[in-house]
T-cell receptor, first 113, second 115 residues
């Protein structure tokens, strides 16, 4: 069965610091990869996604993620965080042709002004 | 897109009662999904529909849970004889098979508290 690991459960950063959130998945075949974000009081929103092609994916609000197949990883990055990036971030994976999304446990990011 | 909507947003019930939640997907989306999220966890898949057909159910979906999508539009999730362990956020998502790189879009969820 697929699983997704997000090793950082809580991250605290100051504004303008760089961010990298880890995501590893366990499945040996082709996968689709997603990062969702949940801002306080809001619903889950898609941040970015990878299906195929260029392993460096750019999303909204300056976020990007890199798919490294050999490491089964899809880490999320942002060069300079803002206070408004305070949120919970979820990595998710599904197998092409299968609809179930498997989520990690999430990372709570707090950005202090 | 007007977004996925869910009703109610909050539900408090007593153990043993039945509850029903509704989800309205994005209008042109033919797939609809239900997930459950408990504190400190990511969403967990429960079931999904393509049009009115329920195509997959998780083992998490016990006999007390039933989902329907009778006309291929909105869906309902009913929990019978609720237990305290059913307390969670119930999320609905939808997607379109017509879109390349099919992506699930989530609603605001229904938070259930079973006393």
């Amino acid at each position: 069965a697929q699983s997704v690991s997000q090793h950082n459960h809580h991250v605290i950063l100051s504004e303008a610091a760089s961010l990298e959130l880890g995501c590893n998945y366990s499945y040996g075949g082709t996968v689709n990869l997603f990062w969702y974000v949940q801002y306080p009081g809001q619903h889950l929103q898609l941040l970015l996604k990878y299906f195929s092609g260029d392993p460096l994916v750019k999303g909204i609000k300056g976020f990007e993620a890199e798919f490294i197949k050999s490491k089964f990883s899809f880490n999320l990055r942002k060069p300079s965080v803002q206070w408004s990036d305070t949120a919970e971030y979820f990595c998710a994976v599904n197998i092409p042709g299968f609809q179930k999304l498997v989520f990690g446990t999430g990372t709570r990011l707090l950005v202090s002004p | 897109d007007t977004g996925v909507s869910q009703d109610p947003r909050h539900k408090i019930t007593k153990r043993g009662q039945n509850v029903t939640f509704r989800c309205d997907p994005i209008s042109e989306h033919n797939r609809l999904y239900w997930y459950r999220q408990t504190l400190g966890q990511g969403p967990e898949f429960l079931t999904y529909f393509q049009n009115e057909a329920q195509l997959e159910k998780s083992r998490l979906l016990s006999d007390r849970f039933s989902a329907e999508r009778p006309k291929g539009s909105f869906s309902t999730l009913e929990i019978q004889r609720t237990e305290q362990g059913d307390s969670a956020m119930y999320l609905c998502a939808s997607s379109s098979t017509q879109r390349e790189r099919e992506t699930q879009y989530f609603g605001p969820g229904t938070r259930l508290l079973v006393l």
